[in-house]
């Protein structure tokens, strides 16, 4: 069974361009949520879809923003680039099912805002 | 709002060692899941071991083992016979049932001394 795959593994953006990030989850998964991972601000949670609607949202502004698609894979975009925005993007799958809850991350995406 | 603590930045210890990596949360909620997630230089978060609220029994992955106090919200990892693909940032993380943010804290960085 295919992990989670992020796509790409690493991006250099000039601030104020906008960028998307994809990521494919694991088979069978409906759940796809993103992370950003920052030295300063650790990991924090951006948004999170099941077949295709939004369920969650972190406390992030509105540059951030993502989709679903009906088989499950998830886009996420950022517009306007800062330089703050440099990090690593983690995507984590799940099939929401309740008590057997659990993530699986992929490998990221790093961003890099020049 | 949920938030989860660690108090140890970095540890180091021995190979073959036994180490205990610290956390403590807050939460308001009766239902919930902990999780310790792995971070190796890879980049990619691997779940180490999982706990959920409602049982009493704390959970056991090889050696890998938590110590669950639900009435101090503190949830420490056991690591016994420490090898040195262990070496890891680690993360405690915090997630309610039938949601699926998870709330991480800041992690530990373990060192493995061959």
């Known amino acids: 069974k295919a992990g989670v795959t992020q796509t790409p593994r690493y991006l250099i953006k000039t601030r104020g361009q906008q960028v998307t990030l994809s990521c494919s989850p694991i088979?069978?998964?409906?759940?796809v949520s993103w992370y950003q991972q920052t030295p300063g601000q650790g990991l924090q949670f951006l948004f999170e879809?099941?077949?295709?609607?939004?369920?969650n949202k972190g406390n992030f502004p509105g540059r951030f923003s993502g989709r679903q698609f009906s088989n499950s894979r998830s886009e996420m975009n950022v517009s306007t680039l800062e330089l703050g925005d440099s990090a690593l993007y983690l995507c984590?799958?799940?099939?929401?099912?309740?008590?057997?809850?659990?993530?699986?991350f992929g490998q990221g995406t790093r961003l890099t805002v020049v | 709002a949920q938030t989860v603590t660690q108090s140890q930045p970095e540890m180091s210890v021995q190979e073959a060692e036994t180490v205990t990596l610290s956390c403590t949360y807050d939460?308001?909620?009766?239902?919930?899941?902990l999780f310790w997630y792995k971070q190796p230089p890879s980049r990619q978060m691997i779940l180490v071991i999982r706990?959920?609220?409602?049982?009493?029994q704390n959970a056991t992955e090889n050696r890998f083992s938590v110590n669950f106090q639900k009435a101090a919200k503190s949830f420490s990892l056991k690591i016994s016979d420490s090898q040195l693909g262990d070496t890891a940032m680690y993360f405690c993380?915090?997630?309610?049932?039938?949601?699926?943010?998870?709330?991480f804290g800041t992690g530990t960085r373990l060192t493995i001394i061959p």
């Open positions: 993380a915090f997630l309610n049932f039938g949601n699926e943010k998870l709330t």
């Open positions: 939460t308001s909620e009766n239902n919930y899941y």
């Open positions: 088979s069978g998964h409906r759940s």
């Open positions: 984590a799958s799940s099939t929401r099912s309740g008590t057997n809850t659990e993530a699986f």
């Open positions: 879809y099941f077949s295709e609607t939004q369920r």
């Open positions: 706990q959920e609220a409602y049982k009493q």
